[in-house]
């Protein structure tokens, strides 16, 4: 099993920034992936940045590209979110996972049908 905690949601106004944290507990070794997907109500929950957790290699939503940063230290099992030059349409609640996707390359990683394991979620709210 994976635990995974969100922590560092909250307000922001337009051009803000905010960062994200995801500490992991448990069989964290197993899991090849970590990401980031977000929800805002009454849509489908999205993958906005993907890692592989031993090359480093990442992958963004073209939504969010330029703007947000994902990172890992795998020593400490922590991921991060780095989202900078905030829109309104960022505010969503905002959910850590991880998986051991294989056979999937692509944008289909941020497909959240690929990741056993999930937070309970920080809600990110960006103002205008």
């Known amino acids: 099993q994976v635990q995974l905690v969100e922590s560092g949601g909250g307000s922001a106004q337009a051009g803000g920034s905010l960062r994200l944290t995801c500490a992991a507990s448990g069989y964290t070794n197993n899991q090849r992936c970590m990401g980031w997907f977000r929800q805002a109500p009454g849509k489908e929950r999205e993958g906005v940045a993907v890692?592989?957790?031993?090359?480093?290699?990442?992958l963004y939503a073209d939504s969010v590209k330029g703007r947000f940063t994902i990172s890992r230290d795998n020593a400490d099992n922590t991921l991060f979110l780095q989202m900078n030059s905030l829109k309104p349409e960022d505010t969503a609640m905002y959910y850590c996972?991880?998986?051991?996707?294989?056979?999937?390359?692509?944008?289909?990683?941020?497909?959240?049908?690929?990741?056993?394991?999930w937070g309970q979620g920080t809600q990110v709210t960006v103002s205008s």
């Open positions: 890692i592989w957790l031993s090359a480093g290699s990442t």
């Open positions: 996972a991880a998986g051991s996707p294989l056979g999937v390359y692509g944008n289909r990683l941020l497909e959240s049908q690929y990741y056993n394991y």
